[in-house]
């Protein structure tokens, strides 16, 4: 149930039954949960951006570990006590931000289950300078009466803004159905008199019937076409279709506890699988006698060699492919990994993917996760197949809503590890 928290007595309306679960909505408070708490945002009952709001932010963090705990044990048959490294301040912390337009040119998020866009005037999230921006856009649009984008018709232009952060600058991207915004010098003016953080302004032009967030091409109207970041010590360049961790501060906890529990010594050949840009790679490199990392998508990959080059980095090597045509292929073909990491998408590893791996006889398997659900399918396959998870310790990556990573550790059966 939506915007009810554990311990509450409510009355509900139950919207549809399935054989082992069901889905209801609170109609009134009865009596409230001692958890509950004012959410601090105004628009919290009516947005889909956040989920826990409404719980204090410890109790938040025993939630997220039991979602874990209970996966893993449930699904996987694996009792593991989850520890969880939350955030000291849990607002904020967002990085990547994207708010779609409404009709009359205002900016917010989708209602929960629709596209009707709830109008915002912040949100808690992300850094305060994205309200000034949005609202310089939103000003552009209403004061020149452009259209905003119909999804059923496939008419009008400004479709979104997404927008990306660093401590020192700020990358706008607008996505519009067409090859150019109205009055843009205007728009341009108005958007960097904000703040010198401002590094670059991209139309991305994306004229499909589509609902992803950004098209194909994008055209740099101001500034740079890429945005500078630091993390785990090594830099990185962003363009708005890389992918990059969206809390940069829980992400080196994340990193950092993936890497120590890898435990990599100077001796080691480590597999980096789903390695995307190569952020776990080239960390896992400064230490490793050689890493190679996979990842399918092809911009990826080059962002991870242009990576590399740009911190100095000589014994990482990565191959664009999908995981369970490579990983077999290169162990078949001689790669022998000490240590293997996991980072895959939400629906997890696969079987082909898990049986080289575990054909290669790694000594630890370290697994990261956004997904308990799949974490859980994929440790009992390792656990069946000569492994014993050792530890698992949850991130809150994503404070006041209902997700959650986690980092587990596998080690070999018969290891003294």
């Not at 956040?50 to 997220?64: A, E, G, P």
């Amino acid at each position: 149930m939506p915007q009810a928290v554990p311990g509450d007595e409510v009355e509900l309306l139950v919207l549809k039954t399935n054989k082992n679960y069901g889905f209801a909505k609170v109609t009134d408070i009865i009596a409230p949960s001692e958890l509950r708490v004012a959410p601090p945002c105004e628009h919290f009952e009516k947005c889909g951006g956040c989920q826990l709001m409404t719980v204090d932010y410890s109790s938040q963090l025993d939630f997220k570990k039991n979602i874990v705990r209970d996966a893993l044990l449930r699904l996987g048959k694996i009792d593991l006590e989850p520890d969880i490294i939350g955030m000291d301040c849990p607002e904020r912390y967002r990085n990547k931000m994207v708010f779609p337009f409404a009709p009359d040119g205002s900016w917010g998020f989708y209602r929960q289950r629709s596209h009707d866009v709830i109008p915002l005037s912040d949100c808690l999230l992300g850094d305060a300078l994205i309200t000034e921006i949005m609202n310089a856009i939103s000003n552009h649009i209403k004061k020149h009466n452009i259209s905003v984008y119909d999804e059923t018709a496939h008419k009008g232009i400004m479709r979104r803004a997404f927008l990306r952060t660093t401590d020192k600058e700020i990358m706008v991207v607008i996505s519009a159905n067409s090859d150019n915004i109205p009055r843009g010098d205007e728009l341009i003016s108005s958007i960097t008199a904000i703040s010198p953080k401002i590094s670059s302004i991209i139309l991305n032009i994306n004229k499909k019937r589509t609902n992803l967030v950004l098209g194909d091409k994008n055209v740099t109207l101001w500034g740079k076409d890429v945005l500078s970041a630091t993390l785990c010590g090594l830099s990185y360049e962003i363009s708005p279709h890389s992918f990059f961790q969206v809390n940069p501060i829980q992400t080196e906890k994340l990193y950092g506890k993936a890497i120590e529990l890898a435990d990599i010594s100077e001796n080691d050949t480590v597999l980096d699988i789903y390695c995307g840009i190569g952020t776990i790679s080239l960390t896992a490199a400064k230490t490793a006698k050689a890493v190679v990392g996979v990842e399918i998508v092809p911009e990826a990959i080059e962002n991870a060699k242009e990576n590399a080059k740009r911190n100095g980095i000589e014994n990482a090597e990565f191959y664009c492919s999908a995981a369970e045509d490579i990983v077999p292929q290169l162990i078949k073909d001689g790669t022998t990994p000490d240590i293997v990491i996991l980072d895959p998408p939400r629906k997890g590893s696969d079987e082909k993917t898990l049986s080289a791996i575990v054909s290669a006889k790694p000594k630890r398997i370290v697994y990261v996760s956004c997904n308990p659900a799949t974490l859980a399918r994929d440790a009992q396959f390792l656990v069946e197949n000569g492994y014993t998870a050792k530890s698992v310790t949850a991130v809150d990556m994503f404070p006041h809503t209902v997700h959650i990573e986690s980092v587990t550790l596998l080690v070999q059966t018969d290891s003294s590890i």
